[in-house]
C-alpha cells in the first residue's frame, strides 16, 4: 500500500460499507506503519495502459488472541482502527478488512487477496489467520431462526450467504456466530461469524488449545 492508493481505498469503502465512514488518511497511514507488509492492495491495469489504479484491499494486523476473548468486536481487535494492538510476538493474523471495488467484484480477487494474506501466515510463521465473516443474508430469515441455525445451514450448504459462503468456499472454517462484531451491520441483524484458516506448518502455541 502506498500513501498514493490513500483517496482511492478510501471511495471504495464508502460503495462497499455506505453507513460506515471511510477509512482516513491518518488511519491508513497508522497501517502502514504498524505492519507495513500486512496492507495488501491489488491493483488493476487496463491493457495498453500505464496507469494502475485500486481494485482492491486486505488490511491485517498480528493479536496474541490470548489478549482477547472470541465475542471482541470489530472495534476492539482494531483499536478503534488504529491497529495500535498489531504485535510482533503475534501468533494470529487477524483480517481486519478486506475490499474490493464493486467495478472489480465477481473476478476473483477477494480469493487472490485472502491467498496473499495466507502467504503472510505462512512467510511469517504465524500459526493460522482469523477474520470475521459478515452475515448480510441473515436479517432476512432472523425472525424464523437463530444466528446459530442459520450459520448451520450455510456451513452445510442448505443456505447461501453473500459473504459467508464464498469464505468457506475459500477454505476458512466456522469458529462460531457472535453478536455486535461490527456497529452498523443491519443486513446481518447485528451477527457475525468467527471464521479462521490454520497454518498446516506451524503448531498452536503452547498457552492456546485449539477447539
Not at 500486512?38 to 482492491?56: C, D, F, I, N, R
Not at 490470548?66 to 494470529?92: M, Q, Y
Amino acid at each position: 500500500m502506498l500513501e498514493s492508493d490513500f483517496d482511492a481505498i478510501a471511495e471504495i469503502c464508502a460503495r462497499v460499507y455506505p453507513a460506515e465512514t471511510p477509512y482516513t488518511h491518518a488511519e491508513l497511514r497508522e497501517h502502514m506503519t504498524r505492519f507495513p507488509q500486512g496492507q495488501v492492495v491489488a491493483e488493476y491495469a487496463p491493457a495498453g495502459s500505464e496507469k494502475a489504479t485500486v481494485a482492491g484491499v486486505h488490511f491485517t494486523l498480528r493479536l496474541m488472541f490470548k489478549d482477547f476473548h472470541i465475542d471482541d468486536s470489530w472495534d476492539v481487535l482494531t483499536a478503534n482502527d488504529t491497529f495500535s494492538d498489531d504485535n510482533p510476538e503475534g501468533h494470529t493474523l487477524y483480517g481486519a478488512d478486506i475490499m474490493v471495488s464493486p467495478d472489480h467484484q465477481h473476478h476473483g480477487l477477494a480469493h487472490a487477496l485472502t491467498d496473499a494474506a495466507r502467504a503472510i501466515v505462512t512467510d511469517e510463521a504465524l500459526w493460522r489467520m482469523v477474520g470475521g465473516s459478515r452475515l448480510p443474508g441473515y436479517g432476512a430469515v432472523a425472525a424464523r431462526m437463530t444466528a446459530e441455525e442459520y450459520v448451520a445451514a450455510v456451513h452445510a450448504g442448505t443456505m447461501v450467504d453473500p459473504v459467508l459462503t464464498a469464505h468457506i468456499k475459500d477454505g476458512w472454517t466456522v469458529v462460531r456466530p457472535i453478536q455486535g462484531y461490527l456497529q452498523h451491520d443491519p443486513d446481518s441483524a447485528g451477527w457475525a461469524a468467527v471464521i479462521q484458516w490454520v497454518n498446516p506448518a506451524c503448531p498452536p502455541p503452547a498457552e492456546f488449545e485449539l477447539h
